[in-house]
């Protein structure tokens, strides 16, 4: 069973263009993280949220927790923004992450 | 600070071999975490450890060993080595267990032939 989706599976843009990348679960969550992991393969952590909206330089994540859905956008993308972006929800107050399949970006110049 | 420090970042093994792969943080945090990473698929979690001495199972613990005996180390062990296990393991550390981001070490790449 699939309980995150993350969509699309691939994304190609022209440098300049906004990213949506999309994330929906089927558990009730207390907390999503946006993770980005780097072509070397390194994971680092992007956004954790519980409601709302969170922005930091050209990102952006939403989440709306009645409709189990959240989004992370990219304004005006750049080839260096090219990973894969990993949705993870947290089950519970203290449960552990479970993880999306990822979201694989390529901006060409 | 260092970070979440994993090694080794590479290791190739016959079949039935073990080894251990190491995990440190000098973070001072409580919840540890190990996680492997197979093409096709999410992360998924193998052991975790919400502090010092405490140890549980994950998603897909079988073939794998952990011990916490310091808040700072890690360890996972292989105990016989099969193909299945070949895959991209991560070591993940936080302040706590609830409400706070991972930081991740950079991964071991293992290959089991």
């Known amino acids: 069973k699939n309980e995150v989706e993350q969509s699309p599976q691939n994304l190609t843009a022209q440098e300049g263009e906004f990213i949506t990348i999309n994330c929906s679960y089927s558990?009730?969550?207390?907390?999503l993280h946006w993770l980005q992991q780097h072509p070397g393969g390194g994971i680092v952590s992007l956004f954790m949220?519980?409601?709302g909206k969170k922005k930091h330089g050209r990102l952006i994540a939403t989440i709306n927790i009645q409709e189990k859905h959240s989004s992370l956008h990219i304004t005006a993308s750049h080839p260096r923004d090219s990973a894969v972006y990993i949705c993870?929800?947290?089950?519970?107050?203290?449960?552990?992450?479970?993880f999306g399949k990822g979201t694989k970006l390529s901006v060409k110049p | 600070n260092a970070g979440v420090t994993q090694t080794p970042k590479f290791q190739v093994l016959k079949t039935g071999q073990s080894m251990t792969l190491q995990c440190a943080q000098d973070?001072?945090?409580?919840?540890m975490s190990w996680y492997r990473q197979d093409p096709g698929m999410g992360l998924r979690l193998i052991h975790y450890?919400?502090?010092?001495?405490?140890?549980d199972q994950g998603e897909v613990p079988n073939g794998y060993n952990v011990s916490r005996s310091t808040t700072e180390d890690f360890p996972l062990r292989l105990l016989s080595a099969a193909p299945s296990q070949t895959s991209v393991y991560f070591c993940?550390?936080?302040?706590?267990?609830?409400?706070?981001?991972?930081?991740f070490g950079d991964g071991t790449r293992l290959s089991i032939l």
């Open positions: 993940a550390s936080s302040y706590s267990w609830g409400g706070q981001p991972q930081h």
């Open positions: 558990v009730g969550i207390s907390a």
């Open positions: 949220l519980s409601s």
């Open positions: 993870a929800p947290r089950p519970g107050s203290q449960g552990n992450l479970i």
């Open positions: 973070m001072n945090h409580e919840y």
């Open positions: 450890s919400v502090g010092a001495g405490i140890t």
